[in-house]
């Protein structure tokens, strides 16, 4: 077993203490954090000296589509949030990709997630045979949910579950990887026979299920015309809430409701930058914090946000709760940061093993250049402050997932960024040409 001791400027811990370390110290044994303090510390097998960098756990991307940067710029004046806009501005584009076009879409994906401190990301999609490999070499950890459409048909529901059921038998005992169902909506392209296939098959993986909710008040509307009940309160009827859940969206859940979700297993994924640019309702975040209900931060796709920066996620979210509670604010910086660190790492089931440096966590940490545009004056404005408002991903220079680099100095360690950017241009182009030509 060998010891790497990095020393930085600054050590953002986040755990349970809320400790600042300036300058600090992390010591990395193998893949996990040993010792993390003030000072310089101990020398380990290898030092790295980390002079002028900030040093804080890595962001966690609790809902996106990696695939879906494929259809970055095809969704322009089409808000994906309600059925028929994302029927007609992506399914109607997904019904023509091709497979081959997922690998230099999710490459793309990933590398902009790491280049901009993303250290984890919850995925919703198909394709996962195509998924799998190009995250793997990635080094990023993931929680990755087989995305289920099947609109009530039942061809379509046998096939759905087959591969579903396939992809997470191969995700057993993978150390980076976790496997979970995502159905995309229940009650809306999910039909009562594909929930209850989809419990069933989260019951025999130990796993939970990834969704998207409330993004219009559609399930609610299906729900108390068919079963006299809201969405959230047929989900407990069915059993849904007895199961892990992520939520993506959560925009429009009726208040009575919350106590319900704050008693189960679920987190509230707020993807700000898609809501904005759809032009919905934004989410009851504070009301929906106050009342208990966990909560992370998303990017959701790039076809609708159109960046992977969580640090820009972080900063719209928090001018648009100011905005929608009419008081600065609203939901204070710190509280956005941990959204994006331990919130998410919650919302995965993960936060024993990532979201803060604390001894025994997994080595998953990035580190920023305080040397860089925005942080000044440091007498000014505090730490999360600056992380939320004032800097960009692009102050991450370093980037450590279980131990071992994937950027280093602003450098890509583990994929080919340039390559996989002429891919996914020939990808694009060929997607259009089959859409112009079907």
Not at 21 to 47: K, L, M, N, Q
Not at 52 to 60: E, N
Not at 288 to 296: V, Y
Request: aromatic letters at 6%.
């Amino acid at each position: 077993m060998s010891t790497l001791s990095l020393r930085g400027a600054l050590v953002l811990t986040l755990d349970d203490r809320d400790r600042i370390f300036s300058p600090g110290y992390v010591v990395v044994r193998d893949d996990r954090i040993e010792e993390v303090g003030p000072g310089e510390g101990p020398r380990g097998d290898a030092t790295v000296d980390l002079a002028g960098r900030l040093l804080m756990p890595g962001l966690i991307n609790a809902h996106t589509h990696s695939p879906m940067v494929l259809f970055r710029g095809l969704a322009e004046g089409h808000s994906l949030l309600t059925l028929e806009g994302w029927y007609n501005a992506i399914r109607a584009w997904e019904e023509v990709m091709d497979a081959d076009a997922v690998p230099p879409a999710v490459a793309v994906s990933c590398a902009e997630m790491i280049r901009t401190g993303t250290t984890c990301f919850a995925d919703h999609y198909f394709f996962m045979d195509r998924i799998l490999p190009v995250v793997r070499q990635s080094g990023l950890r993931a929680a990755l949910a087989y995305g289920i459409v099947e609109m009530g048909s039942a061809a379509a529901r046998a096939a759905a579950m087959r591969e579903a059921e396939a992809f997470l038998e191969s995700l057993k005992d993978d150390e980076r990887l976790t496997g979970w169902v995502g159905p995309h909506a229940f009650f809306v392209d999910n039909s009562p026979a594909a929930i209850d296939l989809e419990l069933a098959l989260a019951d025999r993986y130990r796993t939970g299920l990834h969704i998207h909710l409330s993004t219009s008040g559609e399930e609610d509307q299906h729900c108390l015309q068919h079963y006299g009940r809201t969405a959230v309160q047929q989900l407990r009827t069915l059993g849904v809430l007895d199961r892990p859940v992520i939520a993506a969206h959560c925009l429009t859940i009726p208040h009575e409701d919350f106590p319900t979700l704050a008693a189960s297993r679920f987190s509230a994924v707020i993807a700000a930058s898609a809501c904005m640019r759809a032009g919905a309702t934004a989410a009851p975040l504070r009301a929906m914090r106050d009342a208990g209900i966990h909560t992370a931060l998303g990017t959701d796709n790039v076809a609708n946000n159109n960046t992977y920066d969580l640090f820009n996620e972080m900063g719209a979210l928090g001018k648009l709760m100011a905005f929608r509670e009419g008081r600065p604010a609203a939901v204070s910086a710190r509280e956005v940061v941990e959204m994006a660190t331990m919130g998410g790492a919650r919302a995965l089931g993960l936060a024993d093993s990532i979201g803060s440096l604390a001894p025994g966590k997994l080595a998953d940490l990035i580190a920023l250049d305080l040397d860089g545009i925005g942080w000044g004056p440091r007498g000014g404005q505090d730490v999360f402050t600056a992380l939320v408002y004032a800097v960009s991903g692009l102050a991450v220079q370093d980037v450590m997932v279980g131990g071992e680099w994937l950027l280093r100095e602003g450098r890509w360690t583990t994929l080919d960024y340039r390559t996989a950017r002429v891919q996914l241009e020939q990808a694009h182009a060929a997607l259009r040409r089959k859409r112009v030509e079907g």
